[in-house]
């Protein structure tokens, strides 16, 4: 994994971000060391699959993602979630699923790629002391920011903490400063539908591309 997301695993916290993607025709997962490691995974270890992924989900989150996979399979629809899954030690795992679409080189939708993004209760205090360092920067530019971070809660029914976690992780894999993300994603939440089930994938969609699309930036995106 690119960027700064990948410095704060390696800095021990190997259960806040991590990468997969799904290719449609084939059926087949890939997912990154952390997603392996967030399951209870050693990297390798075992190939991921629908049923191993459906397999490990929280009793009462399984139906719900089994027919977010079936969505993507049918439509196209980006691989986005919010749910629960159980490791292989048993323990409870709260995450945010962020997705946008993979296109070949002919512009043919092939796949849906994304991020796990763990939101368990412990993560926010296992990165604390990371995110204090854009205490000046969040000082600076509060209303925005703040205002972000409600979108966010709404968005993806978390609490503040965790809506600060995901703004200021994607302002480090991009390479964004945090005020100019927030401001870019409140400049553009006019264009996004109200009140329609599209509206989920259509905010990861932004949420995912607001790099490419800040000043003309080229920066070091997932996709």
Do not use: C
Request: charged share 25%; glycine share 6%; aromatic share 8%.
């Amino acid at each position: 994994m690119p960027g700064r997301a990948a410095e704060i695993i390696a800095a021990g916290r190997p259960q806040a971000v991590g990468s997969f993607s799904f290719w449609f025709d084939e059926q087949r997962w890939e997912w990154s060391d952390e997603v392996a490691r967030m399951h209870g995974y050693q990297p390798d270890a075992v190939e991921p699959t629908t049923e191993l992924l459906l397999a490990h989900k929280h009793p009462d989150d399984r139906a719900q993602v089994a027919e977010t996979i079936a969505r993507s399979l049918d439509t196209g629809e980006p691989f986005s979630s919010r749910h629960r899954f159980l490791d292989t030690t048993g323990v409870v795992h709260h995450v945010i699923v962020v997705a946008d679409r993979i296109l070949d080189d002919t512009g043919t939708l092939v796949g849906t790629a994304g991020y796990y993004i763990d939101v368990t209760d412990t993560l926010a205090e296992q990165r604390r002391e990371t995110l204090t360092d854009t205490l000046p920067e969040v000082v600076e530019a509060r209303a925005v920011i703040e205002q972000v971070k409600g979108i966010l809660m709404y968005v993806y029914r978390i609490d503040s903490d965790r809506a600060f976690d995901v703004l200021r992780w994607r302002s480090q894999e991009t390479n964004m400063k945090l005020r100019d993300l927030a401001g870019h994603l409140l400049a553009e939440l006019h264009t996004l539908p109200s009140g329609t089930a599209a509206s989920r994938s259509q905010f990861d969609h932004l949420l995912l591309t607001a790099h490419l699309h800040h000043d003309g930036q080229a920066t070091t995106g997932h996709m």
